[in-house]
């Protein structure tokens, strides 16, 4: 339900709870202004019956017509008012009390009758002068209608205070009534008020924690973290849009990444030494072709001043003055030249190119980081020398050597400039080939050198076209490569023979793997002990995962690696099959992007993935967690393996049952983790667990320079 419907349902409750203690309060009113008006009228009641009764003791001493007219006066008011009484709805207490009060009223009127007859006759016996025994008589007769009178008066007046007291005491009942109706209904609304109120607000709670939980689970990076709130309310609509956001920022973090794996792929793949520093000139990185020309290791390089490499072979003048002063002022460097840099005894001559980067967050000089390529152009400088110095003797020099024109004619040419001569079929003084001249005009136009290899009279030579000065012409330069291009022949003819030889120790190693592995299968067959049997396997699928890599390294094209994402997929297949898994069981997820690992670094790899993967099958999914836990999904054992420039990262994660909290996987003695964590430290690397959600392994270890190894004749 929404937020909206909820406030608007709580809303509703609340007013009509108002309306209904409304309504009972009225009602309360209504029922204690009833009761009032009932005491107001026995109150009357009383009164009337008070006075009625002075007018009787009045009228029975004094016997006055004045008298009689008000007592009839009183009377009929009193009747009045009995009938008005009479008329309300009255309880059975009230009508029996008010009929007895009735009935004296009636015979309190037929005694007053009776005596204001009795009264009149007396009168007119006195005026008739009868006897004296019957005024006498009639005296008697008055004093006991006077009595009679006082008395019933006595009683209505009894019952009509009685009556009061009772509808005083009905007020009382009634108003006590009504407060604990009142009482009990605002306490009821509170309370149903408190529980909906508590509900609506606990469940708005509980959605704002996980809210605030995931967002802070997903600040903090964890962008697998999904918000799953049950209510389809404003909440759940929110959570979906952090889930979204979640996913487009894990969308955007892959990209990120396969981006900057992209970049590094690109620098790690540039021949020339590349190096970014930050604004005080310490490395942030650099890219294998550095470590590579000035000897130094990534973990002895990043962090440190550029000048502190090595040997301090880089703390010159003439790179402190392009470094400090000339960058910062014009925030590039093109084509910069430092000779006198050092390494090891050579001196060398480098050509810098360098640019300031700024970043995105950091505008500010401080945050600028500098990207310099150093190109050593050492040879290309010795070279340019001794062609000058060629071009100053070019008639006792003893390769072929001629000068050209700009119109192509040839100017000069020395004795052994005689076999291109030849070859063109042309003469100093006349021009050369067309094809040839159209080099020259480029030499000319461009300022650079060209290069070429051709061959003349079964003689391979290297041919050179320098622009000399700015005389308009060039110079042809000839060095004989026959011999070199003989001896490199050779060593490819060598180097086929050896990766031929290479490739068939590959093979008998990897058949002679076979071969043990079926021994040992051949072996177990006679084995009746469970855990013997069971080691027995172990040793075989070992076997097999190195069997695996040498089979891999002499079916590739590179017998230096192996593809990793290849080989592991075959040795999971393997174990699959081994343990007579099927993949409607447990799903295998692989992610490993062009990984190609050298055999010291392969096998270690393999056989760790082994170890945990045959652990996985034989423990992390028994069958009775199939039957309940997992009815509707696979188990699923996933195997990521990434790289970047420093290091590699190995994650091995199953949804299993997991490790026991209590069991210490650095000190559990098993083979299988023994053996992983000897293959860890083997890597040089080191090794995490994960007990959330199954087992997750996570191996981080340094990259490894692939070292190919030569055996010296």
Known sequence: MKIKTNLYLLSTIFVTMCVAIGFVVFYSLGQINKEVKISNSGSRLVKDIFELNIVTNEYAMHHEERMQKQWRIKYNSLYRELERIREMPLSTGYNF???????????????????????????????????????????????????????????????????????????????????????????????????ASFFNIRTLVRQIQKLIKGAESIGKGNLEHKINLRTENEMHKLANAFNKMSNDLKVSQKKLLAAKEYAENIVGTIREPLIVLDSDLHVVSANNSFYKTFKVLPKETEGRSIYELGNRQLDIPELRKPLEDILPEKGKLVDYEVRNIIESVEKKTMLLNARQIAREEEEEEEGKLILLAIEDITKRRQAEEEIKDLAKFPSENPNPVLRVEKNGTILFANNAGSIFLDYWGTQAGQSIPEEWHKHV?????????????????????????TRVGEEGYVNFYGLDITERKKAEEQIKASLKEKEVLLMEIHHRVKNNMQVIASLLKLQSEDIKDKHLLELFNESRYRIKSMALIHEDLYTSKDLASIDFEEYTRKLTGHLMTSFGVSTDRIRINININNISLGIDTAIPCGLIINELFTNSLKYAFPANRFDVDLKDKKGEICIDFHSNSSEYSLIFKDNGVGLPEEMDFLKVGTLGLDLVRTLVKQLKGAIELNRSGGTEFKIIFRVQPLIVRTANK
């Not at 030499?443 to 003349?456: A, H, K, P, Q, Y």
């Open 441 to 465: 005009k480029y030499v000319l136009r461009s300022g650079t050198s060209n290069n070429f290899e051709i061959e003349c009279n079964n003689r391979i030579f290297s041919l050179s076209i």
């Open 97 to 195: 009390i008010l009929k007895s009060i009735i009935t004296d009223y009636k015979a309190l009127g037929d005694l007053f009758t009776q005596l204001q007859n009795n009264i009149g006759r007396r009168r007119r016996l006195i005026e008739g002068d009868r006897p004296q025994v019957e005024l006498a008589r009639d005296v008697r007769i008055e004093k006991l209608l006077t009595d009679e009178i006082m008395i019933r008066s006595q009683a209505i007046s009894t019952q009509a205070f009685k009556l009061s007291d009772m509808m005083q005491k009905r007020i009382y009942q009634v108003e006590y009534k009504t407060k604990l109706i009142i009482l009990f209904s605002i306490i009821g609304f509170a309370v149903l008020s408190f529980f």
